[in-house]
């Protein structure tokens, strides 16, 4: 099969070295790619939110199937748009994926139909949602509605942070759109689980858990970024534990969005909490996780293609899913500065010899084949282990020979994990 993967990512470069692993898969392509992904798959040079030329482009060159990974193209609607032209696609319609794109949306479906999660209300008035703020609980949780690359949540702990939040979002469009609308929600407490499903419109089976950290700092301390690394498992959950998410959770948002005609293929995302009253969803995404996928994808035994059939065919029952027995940490090495401003360029060295398994993320290539920085997050360094600490302890094995100037890492990824079975009470 001749694949084209969209986006540029580590997540990507995860995806396409999985996706390289598949017997079926005889040509891979990526857009725009990365400095990695361009060294096991051809890279052309489409913008991922491109989305007419990316439809034109994967028509015009017969493409067997275009897996459509970050949120934006998906929310635009590329996915109807390759079915359109008879381009078999991976990823939601844009009907689906609103369910990351309007977070208005996903939180009025789920009261709908029952699904845990922090209560809320939705204001599209600044002046309703300023007085709404008066009568409420510290700390509190501002979100704006729309795509804002994660960063368009604040947690205020007094009233006037509270009501400067709604002031940036709906006043100084600090978010740009995804501001008109926000959602003023309890602040819930506990640790916090990632759970990427696999769907098919009818049934979504659940991947191995994960665990991401968002804060820039050791000690989730800095500022949010798109995830500073990742272990799985997430958490110490038995199978009583993960049934019940199952069953309260994936299960019935699943069943939620066919009821409503809006039918879930793809990844969809569980952002979870583990609360003292059972897990709640913090939020939808509608696709992999990063760097969540880079610590799943290297356990999963059965042949990806396999799956990602199964998920447009509508057929996920009918397939078993093997992951390999192992516990699996990813380091994020990021630009120094990010998530606010940094410096690109700097020459990248150690990854062919350190020994362990990297994705790359904000990479490129220069004219004279060297490999340089281009974004704020890197790359990431794998490892797995039969427990969790073999795992932390090989990844930062790796992380230390791997240098660019002004590299920072968090060295506490997968740490406080072990704890977490024993703080949840479901
Ligand atoms: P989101 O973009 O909705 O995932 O929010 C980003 C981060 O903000 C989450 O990963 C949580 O750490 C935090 N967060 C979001 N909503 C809540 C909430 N209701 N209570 C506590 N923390 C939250
Ligand atoms: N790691 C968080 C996300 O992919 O949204």
Not at 24 to 43: D, Q, R, S
Not at 78 to 105: C, H, Q, T, Y
Not at 124 to 133: H, M, P, S, T, V
């Amino acid at each position: 099969m001749k694949v084209l993967v969209v986006g540029g990512g580590g997540r990507e470069h995860a995806i396409c070295w999985t996706l390289k692993k598949s017997s079926k898969v005889t040509e891979l392509y990526c857009a725009p790619g990365n400095g990695g992904i361009a060294e096991i798959a051809t890279c052309v040079p489409i913008k991922a939110t491109d989305i007419d030329a990316m439809a034109d482009y994967a028509k015009e060159n017969n493409f067997d199937l275009v897996f459509v990974a970050p949120d934006d193209p998906l929310a635009l609607g590329l996915v109807d748009k390759l079915e359109e032209k008879g381009v078999r696609a991976f990823g939601p319609r844009a009907n689906a994926a609103i369910i990351e794109a309007s977070k208005a949306f996903s939180k009025s479906l789920m009261k709908k139909y029952n699904i845990p999660t922090a209560k809320y209300e939705t204001f599209d008035n600044k002046d309703d949602a300023l007085k709404y703020l008066e009568t409420q609980p510290m700390p509190i949780v501002i979100k704006a509605d729309g795509l804002a690359l994660g960063k368009g949540v604040i947690i205020a702990q007094t009233l006037e942070d509270a009501k400067a939040a709604v002031i940036s979002m709906m006043e100084d469009k600090a978010f740009g759109s995804a501001g008109n609308t926000v959602v003023i929600e309890e602040c819930m407490v506990g640790p916090e689980l990632t759970l990427l499903a696999f769907a098919d419109g009818n049934i979504a089976v659940p991947m191995i858990s994960s665990r991401d950290h968002k804060r820039a700092y050791d000690n989730d301390e800095g500022l949010n970024t798109g995830g500073m690394g990742a272990v799985t498992p997430g958490a110490d959950l038995s199978d009583e534990d993960m049934a019940s998410i199952q069953n309260k959770i994936v299960k019935p948002t699943i069943e939620a969005l066919k009821a409503e005609g809006r039918p879930f293929k793809g990844v969809i995302y569980f952002g979870l909490m583990l609360t003292k009253e059972g897990a709640k969803v913090v939020e939808y995404n509608a696709r992999f996780g990063d760097p969540e996928t880079q610590a799943i994808l290297p356990l999963l035994e059965t042949d990806f293609m396999d799956i990602i059939d199964a998920c447009i065919d509508g057929t996920l029952a009918d397939i078993e899913i093997k992951w390999k027995k192992k516990c699996s940490t990813v380091v994020v090495m990021a630009s120094g500065g990010y998530p606010a401003s940094y410096a690109k360029g700097y020459e990248i060295t150690g990854i062919d010899t350190c020994g362990k398994l990297v994705f790359q993320a904000g990479t490129a290539l220069t004219e004279d084949g060297k490999l340089v920085t281009s974004g704020g997050r890197v790359l990431v360094v794998y490892d797995e282990g039969d427990t969790l600490d073999e795992a932390i302890d090989g990844a930062y094995e790796g992380v230390k020979k791997i240098s660019f100037k002004d590299a920072h890492y968090r060295t506490d990824i997968g740490r406080t994990v072990g704890k977490f079975g024993k703080e949840y009470h479901a």
